[in-house]
């Protein structure tokens, strides 16, 4: 059965066909049983791949390709990965629906230019970090505040490949929701180090993960 609406294809498909300028590789692992929401996650990502010749769809299977998922560092399923000309670390633990689709469809756009849209005045600071950063953003998919600390998560993968971006679905992964606490959405942890609810401004978002290298 089929996911998205026609009406949403047909904008959707606009969107790409104006927007999108390079390849953009959508790489997913999944499996047959004892995975909930990784059929229905397949088949929207079919779907939108479906809409343009410029995004690949790659289908991984989690159990038997499990050396490709440790390549990955692919450690739990659905798992979508979103990459361009580069290697980026931006990944989707969890069915990206809700309010967390637009996240999805901004991530495709941007990976495809290979810039994100943070302001100049902050591209230097995250630029200049040399250490692993490990971001995660736990969401429900009904969470209108949510996708602001994904993008913001995602769009400093896209500036700086030392860093790795996950939006972590809450109730598909409760017992990663238990060993962080989270009580309330949007909930980042950094580098396990850092930890705040609710949507930041950039600006405020860039600094704690400067301060979690030290």
Known sequence: MAILKDDVKAKLSRVFSQSLEGEVKIRY????FECEFCKETRT???EL???????????????AEADRAKELRVDKIPATIITGRDEYKIRYFGIP???????????????SKGRSRLPSELLEK???ISKPIHIQVFVTPTCPYCPKAVRAAHQLAI?????????????EFPHLANRYSVMAVPK??????????????????VELVMRAQT
């Open 44 to 46: 929207l990502l079919e």
């Open 126 to 128: 995250v630029r200049s």
């Open 97 to 111: 629906s809700g309010y967390e689709f637009t996240s999805l469809v901004e991530d495709i756009v941007d990976v």
């Open 188 to 205: 980042t942890v950094i580098n396990d180090k850092i930890e705040f609810v609710g949507a930041l401004p950039e600006e405020q978002f």
């Open 49 to 63: 791949s479906a809409l343009s010749s410029k995004i690949n769809l790659e289908v991984y299977d989690f159990a």
């Open 159 to 171: 500036e700086n490949l030392n860093i790795t971006a996950d939006m972590v679905e809450s109730v």
């Open 29 to 32: 692992f999944t499996q047959e």
